[in-house]
């Protein structure tokens, strides 16, 4: 599956933080069911196994809803597992060489700060780029904060699309607007809300809104 822009709209990221008594296949298909456009899965913790478990659950979930869905930092993983991609960090492994390793039909995802990176990115076969944090963010307690007037500079220098990513929810999302973004990343303002298929709702709503449809 090739990156269509549009699918970049509410970027859902999850995060097991918030699991409580559902499965986090459950989580994931109420955010798709609210509105949710593409999927990432974030794990930390799990052993290989096990977190290859969990991503053939979670595909299912994201083919049902025809929702595209990448693996964070681990394209062997995605491979295994026939994600849509995967998304990387600029601590993982370098976008050209990921890229090598899914091959062309395969999403990459890469995240950046600066406009070299981005271009850099660019160049190294991504086809999207997550920039962030543009908020203040308990997800990622060490991620660096972006300037709004960078993010816009980062979005007019590259040709793909972006999308911002760190602390965003409800209240600070319409910020974001006329900054040449194709969509947001949310991760706690989903998977930490207590009503998941109202948070989503919302969010698409205004993440519509931001990018002017």
Known sequence: MKLNKSSLRLYAVTDRAWLG???????????????ATFLQLREKNLDKEAFLQEAGEIKKV???YKIPFVI????????????????VGQQDMEAGNVR????????????????SEALKAEKQG????GVGAVFSTSTKLDADKVSLAVLKEICAAVSIPVV?????????????????????????AIFGADDILEATANLRRLADEMIGE
């Open 126 to 129: 991504a086809d999207y780029l």
């Open 100 to 115: 090598a390793l899914i091959g062309e039909n395969k999403i990459l995802g890469v995240s950046v700060q600066t406009v």
């Open 72 to 87: 964070n930092d681990h394209p062997e993983i995605a491979l295994a597992c026939g994600a849509d991609g995967v998304h």
């Open 164 to 188: 911002a990513i760190g602390g965003i929810d409800s209240s600070n999302l319409p910020e974001l607007a006329g900054k040449g973004l194709a969509g947001v990343a949310v991760v706690s």
């Open 62 to 64: 994201a083919d049902q």
């Open 21 to 35: 008594k559902q499965k986090l296949s459950e989580q994931v298909d109420m955010a798709l069911r609210a509105g």
